[in-house]
Each structure stands twice: as C-alpha cells, then as structure tokens.
C-alpha cells in the first residue's frame, strides 16, 4: 500500500522558513510527478510546487522565489524548502505523488505563519 507521509511543518514568525518532507513508502517503483498543494481554511486546496521524474519544477506565482521543490527519486521523497514566509502562506501542506495512473496523497501538516 502507498502512503506518503509528511513531515516539517510548524509555527514560524512571518520572514522565517520551513523545510517540509514527504516520504513515499510501500512501492518499489519510483514516482512519476511529485508536488506540493496546500490548503487554507476556508479555501480549495490549490497547487504550490510540482516536479517531474526529470527535475523539471513548475510553482504558483504567489510563491516564486520564495519557495524551492526538490526530490530524491531514489527515496521516493520530495521537499519542500520555504522562506521568507507570509502569514498567507498559512495552511495545511498536503504532498502528491503520481504512479501510473493513481495518484496519491500524504494527510497533510500544518503550517502557521504568525507573530
């Protein structure tokens, strides 16, 4: 059974930064796309950081430059590294790996960003 478990968020002042992990586990295959979505209360999950199998990246305006995805294909993990955060940045982080046709999903670790 796949699961992907998340790890590395918390509450930061605004201007901190976060380093978010996700571990894949239960395939001996690798992930195709892996990435970052996140959540805020009363909001649609939404897209914040993707990358593919070759490295190519693709993020969210509002996150550009501020934000960098990284994977380790052979572990099946993807990070997340994130600074400069703003208190829009508040959310639960949810990963998502692609296998095939399935797609999978970690349950999420919250991030808050306050003073």
């Known amino acids: 059974q796949v699961q992907l478990v998340e790890s590395g968020g918390g509450l930061v002042q605004p201007g901190g930064s976060l380093r978010l992990s996700c571990a894949g586990s239960?395939?001996?295959?690798?992930?195709?796309?892996m990435g970052w979505y996140r959540q805020a209360s009363g909001k649609e999950r939404e897209s914040v950081a993707t990358?593919?199998?070759?490295?190519?990246?693709n993020y969210a305006d509002s996150v550009k430059g501020r934000f960098t995805i990284s994977r380790d294909s052979a572990k099946n993990t993807v990070y997340l590294q994130v600074n400069s955060l703003k208190s829009e940045d508040t959310a639960v982080y949810y990963c998502?790996?692609?296998?095939?046709?399935?797609?999978?999903w970690g349950r999420g670790t919250q991030v808050t960003v306050s003073s």
């Open positions: 998502h790996a692609r296998l095939g046709s399935y797609d999978y």
């Open positions: 239960g395939t001996i295959f690798r992930f195709n796309a």
């Open positions: 990358i593919t199998s070759g490295g190519s990246t």
